[in-house]
């Protein structure tokens, strides 16, 4: 592939962000991290790995826990690691697992704040992919199998828990597309449309990095 690139994708629920992300890997032949990254986290940690999964993209939930801090994102640091909500734990655990991946070089990580894990990081590149509500609920029911009188309901609750994830542990605004270096319509320009964007976006990064620009 050449030059190291880390892509984070971030993605509305039906979307096709996965899938993006997956044909973006094949065709530049490069590692993904999805769900992997949980199990990698508890290898990591030596916490279970079922412990990662239930709270995979959820925000800690402890009301005084959230008066305390003031609702400030993770990233202060005030309190001491076993002080913190398992969850929050849990956060910086898999925040190190996405650090150690991203430095062994070229991969894909979808969500969990990957783009704002790695936002000093030259090399990277962050993707939000999304869609009109209408085209996701479609594609839920179609390709993910969802009933049709539930789908709507699941993509909202999903980019609701998505968003109060990436919003309580980043200083950012999850789906804001200037914090992103590209955002695209999955709906207009199709999973593979996607995917040719994303190639041409690289290939244009790489020659402003090679210019000095």
């Not at 593979?192 to 994303?198: K, N, P, Q, R, Y």
């Given at each position: 592939m050449g030059t190291r690139t880390i892509f984070t994708?971030?993605?509305?629920?039906?979307?096709?962000?996965?899938?993006?992300?997956k044909k973006l890997a094949e065709a530049l032949c490069i590692p993904y991290y999805d769900k992997e990254l949980l199990a990698m986290a508890a290898k990591d940690s030596g916490y279970s790995e079922e412990l990662f999964r239930n709270a995979d993209e959820k925000p800690a939930s402890s009301l005084l826990?959230?008066?305390?801090?003031?609702?400030y994102p993770m990233s202060s640091g005030t309190l001491g690691f076993n002080e913190m909500p398992l969850n929050d734990q849990l956060f910086l655990i898999q925040s190190n697992t996405i650090r150690k991946v991203a430095s062994k070089g070229s991969?894909?990580?979808?969500?969990?704040?990957?783009?704002?894990?790695?936002?000093?990081?030259?090399?990277?590149?962050s993707v939000f992919i999304?869609?009109?509500?209408?085209?996701?609920?479609k594609r839920a029911v179609e390709v993910y199998g969802i009933p049709a009188d539930r789908a709507e309901d699941i993509c909202l609750k999903n980019d609701k828990s998505r968003a109060n994830f990436y919003n309580y542990y980043s200083d950012r605004k999850w789906g804001m597309c200037r914090t992103y270096s590209i955002s695209l319509d999955s709906s207009l320009l199709?999973?593979?449309?996607?995917?040719?964007?994303?190639?041409?976006?690289?290939?244009?990064?790489?020659?402003?990095?090679?210019?000095?620009?």
């Amino acid at each position: 592939m050449g030059t190291r690139t880390i892509f984070t994708i971030g993605r509305q629920f039906g979307s096709g962000g996965r899938m993006v992300g997956k044909k973006l890997a094949e065709a530049l032949c490069i590692p993904y991290y999805d769900k992997e990254l949980l199990a990698m986290a508890a290898k990591d940690s030596g916490y279970s790995e079922e412990l990662f999964r239930n709270a995979d993209e959820k925000p800690a939930s402890s009301l005084l826990y959230s008066l305390v801090m003031g609702n400030y994102p993770m990233s202060s640091g005030t309190l001491g690691f076993n002080e913190m909500p398992l969850n929050d734990q849990l956060f910086l655990i898999q925040s190190n697992t996405i650090r150690k991946v991203a430095s062994k070089g070229s991969c894909i990580i979808i969500g969990r704040c990957g783009d704002y894990i790695l936002k000093d990081d030259p090399d990277l590149i962050s993707v939000f992919i999304h869609a009109p509500l209408e085209a996701r609920v479609k594609r839920a029911v179609e390709v993910y199998g969802i009933p049709a009188d539930r789908a709507e309901d699941i993509c909202l609750k999903n980019d609701k828990s998505r968003a109060n994830f990436y919003n309580y542990y980043s200083d950012r605004k999850w789906g804001m597309c200037r914090t992103y270096s590209i955002s695209l319509d999955s709906s207009l320009l199709g999973i593979d449309g996607c995917v040719e964007e994303i190639t041409r976006f690289k290939e244009l990064s790489e020659k402003h990095r090679d210019r000095g620009i």
